[in-house]
C-alpha cells in the first residue's frame, strides 16, 4: 500500500478553473456566467442561454434572432441518419441510440477530415449549434419510432421547446406545459465538472474533436448515479405504486442498502439549488393534469426520505415525473438531459481547448509485488 493521500472518486479535488458555471453549495446557488439559473429560467428562451454558455453574454435582440435563424435552419436529419436509425435494435436504451447517432453526425463534418480541423473555436461553435439543433430531432424521432409511430419533421416557425414537443407528440401543449419543459431545459444545460462534463473535457484534453467529447459525455450521462437518475426516478415510483406504500417500502429498501434515486449529490449537501424552480414547475403540471396519486407519491417519498435520511432531493426527482406529465416515455428522460447539457458540454470543450492541459492523473499501485514469468 501506499502513504499518498487517495482522493476517491476526486472528492472535494479542484482541478481546474472555469468562466461557465458556479455552484455554491454554501448558498444553494448556481450561476451561468454570473447569472443567476433561476433567473434566466424565468426569463430567457432556452436558445438564448445555449448562446450565453457558448458567448459568455446573452445575446442581443439581433444575435438572438440570427442564432434562432441559424439552429432552425439546422434542425432536419441527413436521410442517412434515418437509415441508422432502421440498423439499430427497436429495443435497445434510447441513451445507447442517441450516443449512436451522435458518433455518426461527426463523421458528416468535413472539417474533421483534415488535419488541424479537429480543435478550432470558429468551427467548434458551428459544431455545438449543430448538436444543440439536431438532438431535439433525434430524441422526438426515437420516442415516436418506440410507439411505431413515423417521425414529424421540424418546423422552423416553432421555437426550440415548442419545436421539440410537436416533433414528439404531433400536438402542442398547453403555453404553461410547453413553459414547464423550456425551464427543464435551462436547469439541465449545465452545471460545472459534473461526470459527463469532465468525461467531455478529459476527451477534449487529448486534443480530439467535441463529437468524440460528446459521445464520451453521452455515455458517462447514462448511468443512473447521474443523469440516469431521472429515469430510475420513475422506475422506483412505479415499483412503490402509491404513496400509501411509501414507508413500507423504504424501510424495505433502506434495509437492502439501497440507493433512492433522485436524492442525494456529492457537491450540495443541503438541497440541489435547482430543485425549487423545478418543483414549482413540476406542480403546474400537476395541476393541470389532476393526478393526485402521482402528486402524492413524490410528496411522500420526498418527506419520508428526506426525514429518515436528512438527504435531498436533487434535479432529477421533481424532472422525472414532470416528464412523464408531459407524456415522454421514463426511457426518453436521460435523452431529454442530453439535450440540454450539450450546450454545458461543448461549452467546457472549447474552454478546455482554450488553455489546454493534458487530463492525465496519478494512480497508486496496490497489486502483486513484481514477480517474473516462470523460464523467462
Ligand atoms: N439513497 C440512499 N442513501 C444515499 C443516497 C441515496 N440517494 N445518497 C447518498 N446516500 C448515502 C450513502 O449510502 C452514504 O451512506 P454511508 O456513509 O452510510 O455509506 C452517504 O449517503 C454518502 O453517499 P455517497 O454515495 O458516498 O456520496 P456521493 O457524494 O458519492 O454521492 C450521489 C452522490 C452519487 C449522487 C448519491 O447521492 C446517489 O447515489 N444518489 C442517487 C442517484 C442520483 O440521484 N443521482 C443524480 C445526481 S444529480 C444529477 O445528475 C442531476
Known amino acids: 500500500m501506499t502513504d499518498t493521500e487517495i482522493k476517491k472518486g476526486l472528492a472535494g479535488v479542484v482541478v481546474d478553473t472555469t468562466a461557465i458555471s458556479k455552484v455554491n453549495p454554501e448558498s444553494n446557488s448556481l450561476l451561468y456566467r454570473g447569472y443567476p439559473v433561476q433567473e434566466l429560467a424565468a426569463s430567457q428562451p432556452f436558445e438564448a442561454v445555449a448562446y450565453l454558455l457558448w458567448h459568455g453574454e446573452l445575446p442581443t435582440a439581433e444575435q438572438l434572432a440570427s442564432f434562432e435563424a441559424m439552429e432552425r435552419s439546422l434542425r432536419s436529419l441527413d436521410p442517412r441518419t434515418f437509415a441508422l436509425l432502421d440498423t439499430i435494435p427497436s429495443d435497445a436504451h434510447p441513451m445507447d441510440i442517441v450516443r449512436t447517432v451522435v458518433s455518426q453526425l461527426g463523421t458528416f463534418d468535413e472539417t474533421l477530415h483534415r488535419p488541424g480541423g479537429w480543435t478550432d473555436r470558429e468551427l467548434d461553435l458551428g459544431r455545438s449549434a449543430y448538436l444543440f439543433a439536431q438532438l431535439p430531432t433525434v430524441v422526438a424521432a426515437v420516442q415516436r419510432r418506440r410507439r411505431g409511430q413515423e417521425p414529424i419533421p421540424p418546423r422552423d416557425d416553432l421555437d426550440y421547446a415548442r419545436n421539440f414537443l410537436w416533433m414528439t407528440f404531433g400536438e402542442l401543449p398547453s403555453d404553461a406545459a410547453v413553459d414547464v419543459f423550456r425551464v427543464s431545459m435551462v436547469l439541465y444545460a449545465e452545471h460545472s465538472f459534473n461526470a459527463s462534463t469532465f468525461t467531455a473535457r478529459v476527451i477534449a484534453s487529448t486534443t480530439s474533436d467535441l463529437y468524440s467529447a460528446v459521445v464520451g459525455a453521452i455515455g458517462a450521462l447514462k448511468g443512473p448515479l447521474h443523469g440516469g437518475a431521472n429515469e430510475a426516478v420513475m422506475h422506483i415510483f412505479d415499483e412503490i405504486g402509491s404513496a400509501d406504500e411509501v414507508g413500507a417500502w423504504l424501510d424495505r429498501a433502506l434495509a437492502e442498502k439501497r440507493k433512492i434515486m433522485g436524492f442525494g449529490h456529492r457537491v450540495y ?108
Open 269 to 376: 449537501k443541503h438541497g440541489d439549488s435547482r430543485v425549487p424552480t423545478m418543483d414549482r414547475a413540476l406542480r403546474v403540471l400537476l395541476d393541470e393534469s389532476g393526478d393526485t396519486g402521482l402528486a402524492g407519491l413524490y410528496e411522500t417519498l420526498e418527506r419520508e426520505f428526506v426525514a429518515r435520511k436528512g438527504i435531498y432531493p436533487n434535479l432529477d426527482y421533481p424532472s422525472g415525473p414532470a416528464y412523464r406529465l408531459l407524456g415522454f416515455d421514463t426511457e426518453i428522460f436521460t435523452p431529454l438531459f442530453i439535450a440540454a447539457r450539450v450546450t454545458g458540454w461543448t461549452a467546457h470543450v472549447m474552454e478546455q481547448a482554450a488553455s489546454n492541459a493534458l487530463i492525465r492523473p496519478l494512480s497508486a499501485y496496490d497489486g502483486v509485488d513484481e514477480r517474473h514469468v516462470p523460464g523467462a
